[in-house]
C-alpha cells in the first residue's frame, strides 16, 4: 500500500509539478487539497486538465486552517519555503515534500540525477540520447519536461532515468539518486535562496544522502563542484577540460577520454556538435554519467556526434543576409551569458537584459565591454546594466523597453558577418512567463524579419 494512501495531502502551487503530484496521490488513495493564490478564472484551463478528479479546491488565498486539516504540505517549485504556510507546516511538524522527492522514492529504476547553476538541461537531454541509442528505455524529466511521477508506474526495473534537479526541488530532499552530479557552482538565484551558502547547501542534497553503493561525478575544473567532494559516500568521478582525472571523462590530444579502471578513446573533440567551452565540458558530464550508467562506448560517441542541442540554448533561429540570429534565451544569470560570448568569435550584437535575481554585473561588464560590438538593453535590468557599462566606458550600448524592440534595433545595426544572440542574463519574470517564452518569441520576431 502507498505511503499516501489514507492521508491529506495539501499541495501548495498549481502548477505543471502540482498536477502530476495531484493525479498521482488520488490514484494512491490520499485525499487531496490544492490551494494557490490566483483567482479561478485565472486556473480555467488547468482546472479543466484535473476535474476527472476528486479535489478539493482553495483559491485566490493561503489560509492557515488548511495546515491542521492536513497531514502532508507539497510545494512547488516556485514556492518558498519561507512561505507562512510552509512554515506553520513545519512548526507542527508536518513532512514537506515535492513530486521529485516523492518520485525518487517510488522509482523502482536507478536514477541519474544531475543539477548544476548551468548546464542541467543540456547535460540532461545529452545523457538521455546516450541511453537511448543503446537501446535501453529511457525517462528524461523532472525540473524539465513532464514530471516524472506521471509515468511511475509505467516504469521498470532495467529502465534508465534521467532527472534533471534545480535547487528549489532538493532543498527539502532526503535521500539522493544513485548516480549524481553537481555540474558547477556559480552565484544563481540569490533572491530565493539569500546567501551562496545556502544555494550550495540546497544543491548538496543531491549527494548528501547516497551511499557507499553509489557514483558521484564532479567537475574538476569547477571549484564549487569539486569542493562537494568532501561529502562524497560513494565513488567518486570527475570531469575535466583542464587536467587528467584517474576515474571519469577528459579532454587530452584533441581526444574525449574516458577512464573507468582502463581508458577508451569515446570521439574527437572536432566530433562535438555543440559550441562553447561549456558545452564541452557538459559532454564530459553526460559521457561520465552514461559510462556509470552502463552505457556502451559506441552509443556515447554516437550520441555527441549527432546531438545537436536543446532550443533556447545557444539556438540557431536563423541566418538571415549574412547575419547568424541566436537564441539563448535560457541564460538567466550573468554567468551563463558569459559562457555564449565565449563561445563565439564573430562580432556580436546582444540583447542583454530581463528582470534581476540580486546577482552581481560587474565581471558581465568587463566581459560585454572586451566582447560584443554592439549591446542591446532591455526589461528592468537595463538602467542598471547601462551603468554597469557605461563604468567599463562601453563605446556603443542603447537601452530599450521590449524585446521587439531589441530586436529591431539589432536588425538595423547588424551586417554580415555579425552574431546577434540573446543571451539576457536576467530572468523573463518581467515580461514573461518564463524564459521559453521569451526565446519563442524571439524565434517569431526573427523569422518574421
Avoid at 32 to 50: H, N, Q
Avoid at 297 to 310: H, L, W, Y
Avoid at 342 to 365: C, H, S, T
Wanted: proline residues 3%; aromatic residues 4%; charged residues 25%.
Amino acid at each position: 500500500m502507498d505511503d499516501f494512501h489514507g492521508k491529506r495531502l495539501l499541495i501548495l502551487g498549481l502548477a505543471r509539478q502540482g498536477k502530476a503530484l495531484a493525479r498521482f496521490a488520488i490514484g494512491a488513495g490520499a485525499a487531496v487539497t490544492i490551494t494557490d493564490l490566483r483567482a479561478p478564472e485565472k486556473l480555467r484551463d488547468i482546472l479543466a486538465e484535473l476535474s476527472d478528479l476528486d479535489i478539493r479546491y482553495v483559491l485566490g488565498e493561503h489560509p492557515m486552517e488548511l495546515v491542521d486539516e492536513s497531514d502532508i504540505l507539497a510545494v512547488s517549485g516556485g514556492v518558498p519555503l519561507e512561505a507562512p504556510l510552509v512554515q506553520a507546516a513545519q512548526a507542527k511538524g508536518i513532512p514537506i515534500t515535492n513530486d521529485s522527492l516523492e518520485f525518487t522514492r517510488r522509482t523502482p529504476t536507478a536514477v541519474i540525477g544531475i543539477t548544476g547553476s548551468a548546464g542541467k538541461t543540456t547535460t540532461t537531454a545529452l545523457t538521455g540520447v546516450m541511453s537511448q541509442v543503446a537501446g535501453r528505455r529511457t525517462w528524461v524529466g523532472g525540473n524539465i519536461g513532464q514530471p516524472l511521477i506521471a509515468d511511475l508506474h509505467k516504469m521498470e526495473a532495467d529502465d534508465v532515468v534521467v532527472q534533471e534537479l534545480s535547487s528549489f526541488q532538493l532543498e527539502i530532499w532526503d535521500r539522493s539518486p544513485h548516480i549524481a552530479t553537481v555540474l558547477n557552482i556559480t552565484p544563481n538565484h540569490l533572491d530565493r535562496h539569500k546567501t551562496m551558502n545556502a544555494y550550495t547547501n540546497a544543491k548538496a542534497n543531491i549527494l548528501r544522502y547516497q551511499t557507499a553503493e553509489d557514483i558521484s561525478v564532479l567537475c574538476a575544473d569547477d571549484p564549487g563542484s569539486l569542493a562537494l567532494s568532501a561529502i562524497v559516500r560513494g565513488k567518486l568521478r570527475l570531469f575535466s577540460l583542464n587536467n587528467e582525472v584517474t576515474e571519469g571523462a577528459m579532454v587530452k590530444d584533441g581526444r574525449i577520454l574516458i577512464r573507468n579502471g582502463a581508458e577508451k578513446e569515446i570521439c574527437r573533440v572536432e566530433d562535438v556538435q555543440l559550441r562553447g567551452r561549456h558545452n564541452l565540458l557538459n559532454v564530459l558530464a553526460a559521457t561520465t554519467l552514461a559510462d556509470s550508467a552502463g552505457i556502451p562506448t559506441e552509443a556515447i560517441a554516437q550520441a555527441i556526434r549527432t546531438f545537436t542541442g536543446v532550443e533556447h540554448r545557444l539556438e540557431l533561429v536563423r541566418s538571415r543576409r549574412g547575419v547568424d540570429w541566436i537564441n539563448d534565451s535560457i541564460a538567466t544569470a550573468p554567468e551563463r551569458a558569459m559562457a555564449a560570448l565565449n563561445a563565439f568569435r564573430e562580432p556580436i550584437i546582444l540583447l542583454a537584459g530581463g528582470k534581476d535575481k540580486a546577482m552581481q554585473w560587474d565581471v558581465w561588464a568587463e566581459k560585454v565591454t572586451q566582447r560584443v560590438k554592439t549591446a542591446v538593453l532591455f526589461g528592468e535590468l537595463a538602467d542598471l546594466l547601462a551603468e554597469k557599462l557605461t563604468e567599463q566606458n562601453h563605446p556603443d550600448f542603447h537601452k530599450v523597453n521590449t524585446v521587439a524592440e531589441a530586436v529591431e534595433m539589432a536588425a538595423g545595426t547588424a551586417v554580415s558577418g555579425d552574431i546577434v544572440l540573446l543571451s539576457p542574463g536576467g530572468t523573463s519574470y518581467d515580461a514573461f512567463q518564463d524564459f521559453e517564452e521569451r526565446g519563442r518569441l524571439f524565434r517569431q520576431l526573427v523569422n518574421e524579419l
